[in-house]
């Protein structure tokens, strides 16, 4: 039961690790030009004053949130996968 479980996390992680692969991709191929001009757009419509640069800033920084995001979660289920294949041992 416990080996089957394993198993199964360890596709998960396989999977999870191409799917965010894919995601991180398409962030980064992307133009960021119309992520800026809906920063800018949304600023002014809620009578905000900000700066072309404020909203490049801010995309980068999501960007490197979400990169942060997945690694993060990619250790949490590498730990869980290695230690739920352990478990008999113990």
Same mark, same amino acid.
């Given at each position: 039961m416990v080996s089957s479980f394993a198993?199964?996390?360890a596709i998960h992680l396989g999977f999870s690790i191409?799917?965010?692969i894919f995601v991180i991709y398409a962030?980064?191929?992307?133009?960021?030009?119309?992520?800026?001009?809906n920063c800018l757009a949304h600023a002014q419509s809620q009578g905000v004053s900000i700066s072309e640069e404020d909203c490049r800033?801010?995309?980068t920084t999501l960007k %490197?949130? $979400?990169?942060g995001?997945?690694?993060? %979660?990619? $250790?949490i289920q590498l730990c869980m996968s290695f230690n739920s294949s352990h478990y008999p041992s113990y």
């Open positions: 198993s199964i996390l191409l799917s965010g962030m980064f191929t992307r133009h960021t030009e119309p992520a800026v001009r800033k801010g995309v %490197g949130a $979400l990169i995001v997945y690694v993060i %979660g990619w $250790l």
